[in-house]
């Protein structure tokens, strides 16, 4: 472990800073339709993550205010984002079927189902640029970046935050192995996976801010956190992507020209790569 010297208030606020500033930077980009909505989704929830895993390290007030505020644009960032990923995961299923499975336009009709969802939803977003809220949120965001609401516990060696690191695995470790116990007794586990994923990240955005000072340590972490959010993200996608297929199947299946049958077979494929996620998961546990 590489100790430097240092505070947590300098270690924690440079962290800040980073994310702020992509906050920050990624209006005037999404105003010119850059398509970062990925790394500004990212850096809204490293900040989030930040003020709740060191929620000891800042003033209450002004932490839950920011955060309730980054949830709203999260929330909207995020219905862009997620329909990004719901069309690339539908152009990889659709590339690995037999052509002969594939019955009647299904891969245009998904291109512009997702199309029209998508721009909706990037209106809403571009909408909410102009916003009061967004603009008071802006206004927040620089000010966590020059001058965090630091309470005096963030005036301590950066040893400090190891405890809050530490809590934030235990948490971790502990909704993963309840999600993993509930999918091993037949009961509802969809829920408790995605929240064992989410406690993932964030344990993994508290190493990533002690990276300075936990060196190769924290490289290593992460590292494994990401495998870990990889394997459970896949899994959310396929359980999102299975309910998109069911429904437009259902929807247009009986229209001329639609056939129903490729949607199914795209849905059982599905559902049926959740059936490796026990043993997948072996390694983390």
Same mark, same amino acid.
């Given at each position: ?48 993550s ?7 390290l ?15 644009? &999260? ?8 329909l ?10 659709? &590339? ?15 291109? &512009? ?11 809403v ?35 400090a ?47 990533? &801010? ?9 490289d ?41 049958f ?24």
């Amino acid at each position: 472990m590489n100790k430097e010297s240092g505070s947590v208030r300098d270690l924690i606020g440079n962290y800040i800073a980073e994310q702020c500033t992509v906050i920050i930077d990624s209006e005037a980009k999404l105003r010119a339709g850059e398509n970062v909505v990925h790394t500004t989704r990212v850096a809204v929830r490293r900040l989030r993550s930040t003020i709740r895993v060191f929620a000891d390290l800042f003033d209450a007030s002004e932490a839950q205010h920011l955060e309730e505020e980054l949830v709203w644009w &999260a929330g909207l960032l995020g219905q862009v984002r997620d329909l990004d990923i719901l069309a690339q995961r539908q152009a990889a299923l659709l &590339a690995d079927l037999p052509t002969e499975l594939i019955l009647g336009p299904v891969a245009s009709t998904i291109e &512009a189902e997702l199309a029209v969802q998508r721009k909706e939803a990037a209106d809403v977003m571009v909408e909410a640029l102009d916003s009061e809220r967004f603009r008071k949120l802006m206004g927040q965001i620089n000010h966590w970046r020059s001058d965090p609401p630091f309470t005096p516990a963030a005036d301590v060696s950066t040893d400090a935050i190891d405890p809050m690191i530490k809590s934030a695995r235990k948490k971790a470790r502990k909704r993963l192995s309840t999600a993993v116990a509930a999918r091993r007794g037949g009961e509802p586990s969809v829920e408790l996976f995605h929240r064992a994923r989410k406690a993932s990240k964030r344990y993994r955005y508290a190493v990533e &801010a002690a990276q300075p000072v936990w060196g190769s340590k924290a490289d290593k972490i992460v590292s494994e956190r990401k495998d870990l959010q990889d394997l459970l993200g896949s899994h959310q996608d396929a359980i999102v992507s299975a309910a998109f297929l069911r429904e437009l199947g259902a929807r247009l299946g009986v229209r001329s020209g639609q056939n129903g049958f490729s949607y199914g077979v795209l849905y059982a494929r599905e559902v049926y790569a959740g059936d490796s996620l026990l043993d997948d998961l072996k390694p983390f546990l």
